[in-house]
């Protein structure tokens, strides 16, 4: 096997050990506070007695021996499904009637999925021109303009963006919504009921789509574009003064051909780097653009599972470990994407870069 | 050399002179200085003026829209009527004609009709507060740990790093919304009355142990290198005690990086007290800071409500915005004069 195998290979085993360990401090943490699960079956304030409390942990199954659960917990993942919440357990007719998790966690992950992807293609079809307009004549006008929106875009928060864009372009301009978010695919709306006028279309299909997440993206885009604008404009004017872009030149490459093909593969692994460990503050970012856009998101669902339900006041284990695992999840496979992607622009295994990474991502989610 | 008087008073006049010489930067400070006087001084000396303050509330500075409550806009004159008439059908009828009048010069906040500018100007002190908390609390955490990490390495070294790599990969506002959902009932009503509105302690608290990593990688990075410096191997071979060589021979070194990064650190951290307020786990809501008042138009996560543009002002996004924005930037000039100021030093 290759060198190059090898060492991806090893970082998918890292991925895995992360993937193992994040849900089992999770349980560790959850353990170790004064939480009282009872409270989900009986939430009415102070007056729940000590026996409700017991009866419904023992309804939910958490006064089960710690390592059962642990156990039964994994073996449920390992068949495809995180289980039941404990939230919205209702008590009927002395049975109780659980509700699952998917048809919350499904959604949210294919929204914030779909921020996160085109939020990304988005900073870097824009970074990489700019970046590489403004470090190729430093001090130019070009590049004062683009350092100084640079400037503001890091100065700005993602809330106050997005607060400002549904502002003054979503509820102005017509044609872009200013919140909300349409699936991709578009369902029939349910039959009209007998004697009653048709249900109008629900949104979706790939137009309503692209313009709900029209905004959204550009939100999310702001910060990490003037991130990545900046360090691509640092790499660039200092590669652009290299004897080989000077060959490059005298060789007679036109401009872009030199930009292109000379001087911003040399960017490529660092722009690989910090989007690897950029993706646990991606999340949260999200988790400001899914608020101020009204998404049911992956972020949204993080902050009430960190929180825990307000009206109850405790933890949901079953949702926060799912919502962790996630998490994990992804930060794990665009780790081991930016990871393959670095391999191909730059063969060259660098130990020293790796030990500090894996770190990175080991820490990612707690 | 370091411990000359002399030498040490040049050296900051020098650095001055290069700051004041950078007008980018001189005009940050203005603009800073502007913002925090009118943060601190601006609330009550308008409420003196003005005869309210920003927790007055004027039911006739909204205008009931059907769906809800819209308030006034910008340069209003509202009755300071606190009762609200209401005609046999329980609908608001207009206020009575020789009602005395205040002046809401950027209108009102929402639904309960407060003065938006006197609590924009309240809300930025509140969260200038927590910025300049939070930066003061990492340095205390980061100072003694990585000049520990730093000068003495080895075991010390490596549990102090890994402990801030665990940190740093933090998604830190998931991390301080479980912390402050936690920690708020004990929290929470510590301040000291209308100086330090309560729950800024604890966002500043919060907010400053979970950036101290930061600092403190700077603080051990700078350690290492100066640690076998010769004027610390002389002042060994003088017979001083580590403690010694590291309160009066290295800590003057450290005070430049901290103050690069601590003036773009009020910045970042108030960016964070804007997030947390906005999800609804930062300072209490009836307490006017920045991220609370832009919450006011779409609710915080826990009371989400649809953004019904009948129902709030664009002044209300904008006026909180704009001083977010004009502080961040600011500081962040600041902070890049004084890099610049500070530089030949760094470099030698």
């Known amino acids: 096997m290759t060198r190059v195998g090898a060492r991806l290979l090893r970082r998918a085993a890292t991925g895995l050990f992360v993937l193992v360990a994040m849900p089992t401090l999770t349980f560790c943490i959850y353990w170790a506070m004064p939480e009282e699960p009872g409270r989900f079956i009986y939430p009415f304030g102070f007056q729940t007695t000590r026996f409700e409390l017991q009866d419904g942990a023992r309804r939910l199954g958490a006064d089960r021996p710690k390592l059962d659960q642990y156990a039964s917990w994994w073996w449920h993942l390992l068949h495809g499904s995180f289980g039941n919440q404990w939230g919205g357990a209702t008590l009927n007719d002395n049975r109780l009637i659980f509700s699952p998790i998917a048809p919350t966690l499904d959604p949210a992950i294919r929204e914030t999925l779909c921020l996160l992807v085109g939020g990304t293609l988005l900073v870097v079809l824009l970074a990489v021109p700019l970046g590489a307009l403004a470090g190729r004549s430093v001090g130019s006008l070009s590049d004062r303009v683009i350092s100084l929106l640079a400037l503001v875009g890091v100065c700005v928060h993602p809330i106050v963006s997005a607060k400002l864009l549904t502002t003054f372009v979503g509820a102005h301009a017509r044609f872009i919504p200013a919140g909300g978010y349409c699936t991709f695919v578009r369902h029939a709306p349910p039959p009209p009921a007998p004697g009653q006028a048709a249900v109008a279309a629900v949104c979706g299909g790939p137009v309503d789509w692209f313009t709900h997440l029209l905004l959204p993206w550009t939100s999310f885009a702001l910060l990490f574009l003037a991130l990545y604008t900046r360090m691509i404009r640092a790499s660039v004017a200092e590669t652009v003064g290299e004897d080989f872009v000077r060959s490059a030149r005298a060789k007679g490459a036109s401009e872009a051909r030199v930009l292109a093909r000379h001087v911003l593969p040399s960017a490529a692994p660092r722009v690989l780097t910090m989007v690897g460990m950029d993706i646990g503050t991606a999340i949260g970012v999200c988790v400001f653009v899914e608020y101020a856009y009204g998404f049911r998101g992956l972020g949204r669902l993080a902050v009430y599972a960190m929180a825990g339900d307000p009206f109850v006041g405790a933890l949901d284990l079953p949702l926060l470990l799912a919502v ?28 020293s870069e790796r030990a500090g990474r894996t770190k990175a991502i080991a820490a990612g989610v707690m | 050399m370091a411990g000359d008087g002399i030498a040490v008073r040049s050296g900051l006049r020098l650095t001055t002179a290069r700051f004041l010489r950078d007008r980018v930067a001189v005009a940050g400070l203005a603009v800073f200085a502007f913002v925090a006087a009118a943060s601190f001084g601006g609330g009550p000396l308008l409420s003196s003026l003005l005869g309210h303050n920003g927790f007055t509330q004027f039911p006739y500075a909204v205008v009931d829209t059907g769906t ?19 005609d046999n059908y329980g609908g608001t009828l207009p206020a009575p004609k020789n009602a005395s009048t205040t002046l809401l010069i950027a209108g009102a906040d929402g639904p309960l009709g407060r003065d938006e500018l006197i609590r924009v100007l309240d809300g930025g002190k509140a969260s200038l507060e927590v910025g300049l908390g939070a930066v003061l609390v990492a340095v205390l955490i980061a100072v003694p740990l990585g000049s520990a990490a730093g000068f003495f390495g080895g075991a010390v070294d490596s549990v102090v790093s890994r402990l ?27 301040g000291w009355g209308r100086v330090i509105p309560s729950g800024v302690p604890m966002m500043a608290l919060l907010i400053g142990i979970f950036t101290s990593f930061y600092p403190l990688r700077l603080v051990r990075a700078q350690l290492l290198g100066l640690r076998s410096a010769e004027f610390v191997e002389a002042a060994r071979a003088l017979g001083s005690s580590s403690v010694r060589i590291l309160r009066s021979h290295l800590l003057p070194h450290l005070v430049p990086t901290l103050l690069v990064w601590g003036a773009v650190a009020v910045a970042t951290n108030m960016l964070l007290e804007v997030g947390l307020s906005v999800i609804g786990v930062g300072v209490q809501a009836s307490t006017a800071t920045w991220g609370s008042l832009l919450a006011t138009t779409t609710g915080t996560i826990y009371f989400a409500s649809p953004a019904n543009t009948q129902n709030y002002t664009i002044w209300q996004t904008l006026f909180p915005s704009l001083a977010i924005l004009v502080a961040v930037v600011s500081l962040n000039q600041v902070s890049e004069g004084l890099r610049r100021a500070l530089e030949p030093r760094d470099l030698a």
């Open chain 1, 324 to 351: 962790v695992t996630v998490i994990t999840a992804i930060i794990v496979l665009g780790n081991l994407a930016a990871d393959t992607l670095f391999t191909v622009v730059d063969p060259r295994v660098r130990p």
């Open chain 2, 164 to 190: 801030t790599e665990t940190l740093m990969a933090f998604p830190l506002v998931l991390f301080l919304v479980f912390a402050s959902v936690r920690l708020s009932p004990t929290l929470r009503p510590i």
């Open chain 2, 68 to 86: 809800g409550l819209r308030p006034v806009g910008m340069w209003s004159r509202v009755p300071t009527t606190q009762q609200v008439r209401v």
